[in-house]
């Protein structure tokens, strides 16, 4: 008799079931990806529109430096080039970082990138050895584990990889099943964030087709949002595709009412999100 699986969770506090080690492999294998996909490119894809309006191909990749370059410094490297100020502000901080790298190269910006990643895989093995518990403040306005903040850039990369690809008329390739699963559960833990701002904590279960696990919960215990695979043979409420969700509540396309054909109160409060970052 076959058993079920264990299941992964994905805890603010705790981080991710196996420790952080299974964001650093995330992280190996979209970075190794991304970098190809821009090595290979034309000059003329460079200044290619994508699904973020303001921003061509470059404009991105310059964009996905910069998170790198914040990242490295959050993980105790050197402190990035251009001016952080706080608080964060999601429609306007990421233009002001790109103004001091305006006029740029391609070259350069490749040439940027490839020594950070370097730095950052570097940063994150010594970070992962050590798996400090206490938490640090996320990008959410939440307390989270060091590896769940480290989460978020690697998601923020996924998602402008797709926004890159899928405006070149590209569809993105499959990812390891391991990086899916990270991104994925970020993406709906991430949603699930600004509803704690206020104690109004989601929730919910959902099937995403494509996903690399059967369904979702998103709850909580105490004040910490979590994210668990289960089984979907107790029914879920919510369902859709796995890549179409990502994307709605990150604020990409049609509405989350819409990808889940769903009015539920749950779908509202991960819509919260995709308000606040657009």
């Not at 992964?8 to 970098?35: I, N, Y």
Request: a negative charge.
């Amino acid at each position: 008799m076959e058993h079920a699986p264990s299941p992964v969770v994905l805890g603010e506090r705790e981080g991710m079931t196996g420790g952080p080690g299974a964001v650093l492999a995330a992280f190996r294998s979209q970075r190794r990806r991304f970098l190809a996909t821009v090595a290979a490119w034309e000059p003329s894809d460079w200044q290619a529109p994508t699904r973020c309006t303001l921003w061509s191909a470059h404009d991105v990749v310059r964009h996905v430096r910069d998170v790198a370059a914040l990242h490295v410094a959050r993980l105790g490297g050197p402190p990035a080039s251009f001016r952080v100020k706080e608080p964060f502000d999601p429609p306007t901080s990421p233009l002001e970082w790109l103004t001091a790298s305006a006029g740029q190269t391609p070259e350069e910006t490749l040439r940027e990138l490839r020594v950070l990643v370097e730095e950052e895989a570097r940063l994150l093995e010594q970070r992962a050895e050590i798996d400090p518990q206490r938490p640090v403040a996320g990008q959410l306005r939440r307390q989270v584990h060091w590896s769940v903040a480290s989460a978020h850039a690697l998601w923020d990369a996924w998602m402008h990889e797709r926004d890159i690809l899928l405006a070149m008329g590209h569809e993105p390739p499959c990812c390891p099943v391991d990086e899916f699963r990270v991104v994925l559960m970020y993406g709906l833990l991430a949603a699930a964030a600004p509803g704690g701002w206020e104690g109004r904590y989601i929730h919910t279960t959902m099937a995403l087709e494509g996903s690399p696990d059967g369904a979702y919960e998103i709850a909580h215990v105490g004040d910490s949002i979590r994210v668990t695979t289960v089984p979907p043979s107790n029914g879920v409420e919510l369902s859709g595709p796995a890549g179409e969700v990502l994307d709605s509540l990150a604020g990409r396309g049609p509405l989350p009412r819409e990808v889940f054909a769903s009015s539920a109160a749950s779908v509202d409060r991960l819509t919260v999100l995709r308000e606040v970052a657009t």
